[in-house]
């Protein structure tokens, strides 16, 4: 028997409740709408009613999850801390409100044997109706002849000030026809709009004015901001003497 959409609703509302004081959204979506995009090699091998929750992390996860977490480890030097942070978030969220159901929970970070990441994360967003994933091929008209230009998601209230960190597939679980597609808001809705978007995203990604092309609720904060601008091998230096 088919779960009814109160059943979605019920788990997004048991994944909120866990995750949203640790500064993370979270969006339903049915495999089905996630694959009809995508190459039949980056489909995820379930049925097209299968439900997935896609888990961003906002500009608060930074304050309410991660300098926590590596206090409590006294800021040692863990490899890959944002990485480990988010799972271990996600994976006791989903223990706590799932326990003994077989959750398939894939990382923005891992990769499959082939190298492929385990899921396309910008199409996982858009089609959950979390951001809109702007690509060159919505711009009419594109001044870029043949050049690869990268796409980005857009969230409505954070700009480009958040993070795609996961994709929750629950096997067992197929979702009633009544659940309907959302469609993301289009916060970047005019070809210059898209255009200064995405050449920020391509061309000066570095200095993060793409990630404020609509007025965000809120931003990184500056600690946040020093952080991600360190590189990775000095970041541990830096909470350290923030300490
Ligand atoms: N793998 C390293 C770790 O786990 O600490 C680096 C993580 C990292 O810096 N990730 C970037 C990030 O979270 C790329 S996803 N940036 C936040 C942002 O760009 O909004």
Redesign the pocket.
Known sequence: MAASTANVDEITAQLEDCLSKCGFEVSPLKVGWYNSLLPASFHLAYPDDTLAVVVL?TPSMFEQAFLPFMEERGYQGL????????KHRVSSAVSQCFPGQEVDVRY??ELLPSRKPKFLAQTAAHVSGAAFYYQKSDVIDQPWDEKKMFGVCVHPKFG????I?ALLVFGGVPVGSEMAQPVPPDCVPSREGRIQLLEGFNFHWQDWSY?NIVHPVQT?SQKQRD??ATP?AQ?FALLKSWG
């Open positions: 992390s490899s890959d801390p944002i990485d480990q942070c988010v923005d970070y480009g000030w958040f993070a960190r990630r990184y952080y991600f990775p970041r």
